[in-house]
């Protein structure tokens, strides 16, 4: 059975700081690993990351994907109030479809 | 503006009532998803279909139902079978390949 593990559950900072969020995986026939970000409701798309060692960025965010020890990271540096959701791990199999991890809570604090 | 349209918003279900949720793109998509989301939990894949009038359980289908007529159309009934219906539910669509999914808003469904 494929299985997504991210940590830590929930995390509370203050604007400004670091963070480093966790997202191990074990699945057979992995094609890509995704990350999402959830505000109120839908999902929306971060990034995708298919090879390892390779760094994707997007402005503060960033991401990396490690194939041989299964597992990723995204880091957001000088965090905002508006960084505050629900980030979700998600990995496809096969068939474009995704088993998800159960998120971590980010509150990032004034 | 192309998208994925859900709705209703919010629905309440009776007891031993079925309910359908609507799932409309116009994005061209082939595959479509819905999925379950509880309380501070991650994502679990309810049914999918990759091409119109085909589509397949996932990880937890027991109690609901899909259809797929149209490429645009993927809508879900919670059926009186589903004792634990309380939930968000997700719509999500993709092309074929190596493209991310992409979401609607959701319908956060609740019992009376």
């Known amino acids: 059975e494929d299985k997504v593990v991210q940590s830590p559950l929930s995390l509370v900072v203050h604007e400004g700081d670091t963070v480093t969020l966790n997202c191990s995986y074990e699945?057979?026939?992995?094609?890509?690993l995704l990350w999402y970000k959830q505000e109120k409701k839908a999902p929306t798309f971060l990034f995708m990351l298919?090879?390892?060692?390779i760094e994707k960025k997007s402005g503060r965010l960033s991401s990396i994907l490690d194939k041989k020890e299964l597992f990723s990271i995204l880091n957001i540096t000088a965090t905002q109030t508006g960084d505050s959701a629900i980030y979700l791990c998600?990995?496809?199999?096969?068939?474009?479809?995704?088993?998800f991890g159960g998120g971590t809570r980010l509150m990032v604090k004034p | 503006d192309g998208g994925i349209t859900q709705s209703p918003k919010y629905l309440f279900r009776k007891e031993g009532q079925n309910v359908t949720l609507s799932c409309e793109q116009n994005?061209?998509?082939?595959?479509m998803y819905w999925y379950r989301q509880d309380p501070g939990q991650g994502l679990r894949l309810i049914y999918y279909?990759?091409?119109?009038?085909?589509?397949q359980k996932g990880d937890i289908a027991e109690g609901y139902s899909v259809s797929r007529e149209k490429k645009e159309s993927f809508p879900l009934t919670v059926t009186s079978a589903q004792k634990n219906p309380t939930a968000f539910y997700l719509c999500?669509?993709?092309?074929?390949?190596?493209?991310?999914?992409?979401f609607g808003d959701g319908t956060r469904l609740s019992i009376l």
């Open positions: 999500a669509s993709t092309v074929r390949g190596d493209q991310p999914q992409h």
């Open positions: 699945v057979t026939n992995f094609r890509s």
């Open positions: 298919t090879s390892s060692g």
């Open positions: 998600a990995v496809e199999a096969q068939g474009n479809m995704l088993t």
């Open positions: 994005l061209n998509h082939d595959a």
């Open positions: 279909s990759q091409i119109v009038n085909d589509f």
